[in-house]
């Protein structure tokens, strides 16, 4: 599978459809939608085509997904930095942490099975949005912060079919 589509079910709309092939699934995306220029806490999932890169997975809530990319167990001391400025904005950093940054090891399951993007990796330009992933949907199937998120069911199917030159191409 090289490439999954994303678009909304209506114009603004933070539920939309993920196809992959004959693949078609329901997704969460942001909650304000999608937007060609994303800026950090905009709530917008960003208009591109995004190559997986990282797998990280729960390794106290589940077994690790089959996937064609490199999978790791997220650690208690996980964290994303997502201060715009600091030297680590955007990457994976080791809390605690100084700056303001996610936890990984998330109370919800959001991040079980979490895949980094590519959105604003290299080159990273401050300020132009962080922690944008592929991950878990919200039971309630609620919008995200910017991320793009199916269930797991549906994660466990795309990732048995995906590897590093798969892409997740967001549509406004």
Known sequence: MTYLHVRAISARAPTGILKAGELIIRCSRGRSGAKAVKREGDGASPVGAWRMMRLFYRADRIFPPRAGLSARPLRPSDGWCETVGDRNYNRLVHMPYGASHETMTRVDHLYDVVVELS????????????AVFFHLRRPDGGPTAGCIAVSLRDMRTILKRSGRRTKIVIHA
């Open 119 to 130: 959105h604003n990796a290299r080159p990273r330009v401050q300020g132009h949005g962080s």
